[in-house]
Structures are given as C-alpha cells and as structure tokens.
C-alpha cells in the first residue's frame, strides 16, 4: 500500500510541472513565459489548493465506496456483459485484438493505461484548478464530479461486475482461461501485479490505496472521454490527441481483460450526455445576462433623449 501512496504523492509535483509547462508552451511556442501568464493570469494558489485538496478526499472516498461495492450488491452482471460482447462483436472482443503482435503491442497498451492515464487524470484536474476559466472551469469541474458519481459510483454499484480479468476467479468454469495463459505469457505487465494486488485486498477485506474491484461502467474510459471532450474546446492538435487516447484506452481495457468492450461504450454515452448538461446549464448561463445589461443601458438612454427633448417651457 505505501509504495502506491509514496509513488502518487511523487508524481503529482512533477505532473503539475509538466502541466504548466506543456500548456505554456501550445498557448504561446515562442515565449512558453508568456503563454503561462496568458493562460493562468493571477495564479490564485489558494483556489487552487482547495480544488486539488477537494479532488484528493474525492479519490479517496471513491476508492472506499468502490472496495465496498460487493458487500452492498454481490458481483452478478458479468455473464450479461460477456455474452453481450459476444453477440455485439461475434467473439469475445480481447480475441480479435490479441490477434495483433503481442509483445509491442502488450508493452504499450501497458505503459498508455498504467501510467499515461494517471498523469492525463491528475494533469488535466491541475491545469483546471489553476486556469482561469470561467464557466468553461466550473463546467468541467463539476462533469468531474458527476462523472465520478454517476459512472464510479451509482452505476457501478447498480451494475456490479469484476471484468474478465477476474471472470473465472468469481464465477467459476473456464471461460476466460486463455486470456489469464496469454497476459502470463506477454512477460512483466504491471497489469498482473495490480490484479493480484486487487485479488490480495478483495480477500483480506482491507481497504487500500487504489484497491476495489469495478468493471462496469469503466472509469478509465469515462475520464479519458472527459478529457477528451474538454480538449476538443480548445485546438485542433489538442482535440486528435485527446481522442487519440480516449481510442487507446478503449482498446487497452479491453486487450488487458480489465474490461468488456460495452464497459467503455457505456461510460462514452453517459458522459457524453454528461458533458452536454453541463454545458447546456454553464456555458448557456453567460449569454443570459448580456440583453439585460443591454436593455438597461437602452433604457437609460432612452430616458435621457426624452429628457433633453422636452420642450422649452413644458412643466417639469
């Protein structure tokens, strides 16, 4: 468990640097300097410190929620999800990928998903707390929040399921024996040593850093289409990188056995409606106030011609 704790708190300074300094550079390549201040302003560390702190607890609330998920409903969806891949993909989907070269592809379906995934999380969530953004800051803030809620915790909870990576551990028979003989045989996947991690605490019914067993819908996914959409506001570069990786994602969750193929289509679609309430109640909200100014200034206006129109002698 410590190890985990000591890597993430290492890696979130140097994921802030590298933030700042990537953002910098895209807003203004020939002075990064000067794109920083562009893009930040005044930094307001205190703001920022309260949404990074309020993100932190966030985590680890969700993480205790998702440990605690099968003792308020059972694993049972599973063969629902397997035989729905199935019928939607005419095989189990990891099949048809696993058919690709697996040593380069294993090796970078590991790194994107163990480690990429991680610093798009948290950079992203840095970058926020420091920008300002207006409503575009307060809109991606809080489809964070119902995305977590939603995806990570509502419907995880009321679609219980552990993945094929654990389908056989749970439910018996051999239907997913093959995947376990090839992800064994793909050499030193850190997806490996996580399952066993996440199998070590399920049995020793101790809540950990990072423990918690959850296949549907995906949060992986759901983040990474978060991000996704939130980049695609910005530029072009920004908006193919974003769905470039939202697409290795997908891929990885299901080449690893992590997840069902309609984990990650599921969590598109939710927050994809996600993001366009937000937006619909955030971005929608600014217009609203403009013709009110206007109309007040026009009637000010308005008064004073009529004022300097009366005529002379008329009462006053």
Excluded: C
Aim: glycine share 8%; no cysteine.
């Amino acid at each position: 468990m410590w190890q985990h704790v000591i890597v993430f708190a290492i890696s979130l300074p140097i994921i802030a640097a590298v933030t700042i300094g990537v953002a910098a550079f895209l807003e203004n390549p020939a002075a990064p300097l000067s794109g920083a201040r562009k893009i930040f302003g005044t930094f307001q560390l205190g703001a920022a410190a309260k949404i990074v702190l309020v993100f932190l607890l966030g985590v680890v609330a969700y993480n205790t929620f998702k440990f605690n998920i099968p003792r308020l409903i059972p694993f049972y969806a599973d063969p629902f999800f397997a035989n729905l891949d199935d019928l939607l993909h005419g095989q189990q989907p990891w099949r048809l990928l696993h058919k690709l070269p697996r040593g380069l592809t294993s090796g970078i379906v590991d790194f994107f998903y163990s480690v990429v995934w991680f610093g798009q999380w948290f950079g992203i969530l840095l970058y926020v707390a420091l920008w300002n953004g207006g409503a575009r800051k307060e809109r991606y803030l809080w489809a964070l929040a119902l995305t977590t809620l939603v995806v990570g915790t509502a419907m995880a909870t009321a679609l219980s399921s552990v993945g094929p990576i654990f389908y056989d551990r749970f439910y018996g028979g051999y239907r997913f024996d093959h995947l376990a003989d090839t992800l064994e045989a793909d050499g030193p996947l850190s997806v490996k040593r996580f399952a066993a991690y996440l199998i070590e605490t399920y049995d020793g019914r101790a809540a950990s850093f990072g423990s918690g067993i959850s296949a549907m819908p995906s949060m992986h996914i759901a983040i990474a289409t978060l991000n996704a959409l939130f980049l695609a506001g910005f530029q072009r570069s920004l908006a193919i990188a974003g769905w470039t990786f939202l697409a290795i994602m997908q891929f990885g969750s299901v080449y690893t056995g992590w997840h069902y193929a309609v984990d990650g289509y599921v969590s598109m679609l939710v927050v994809g409606l996600i993001w366009w309430l937000t937006g619909r109640y955030f971005l929608s909200a600014e217009p609203l106030v403009r013709p009110v100014k206007v109309r007040a200034r026009t009637a000010v206006r308005m008064a004073v011609r009529k004022q300097t129109r009366r005529p002379e002698g008329s009462a006053t």
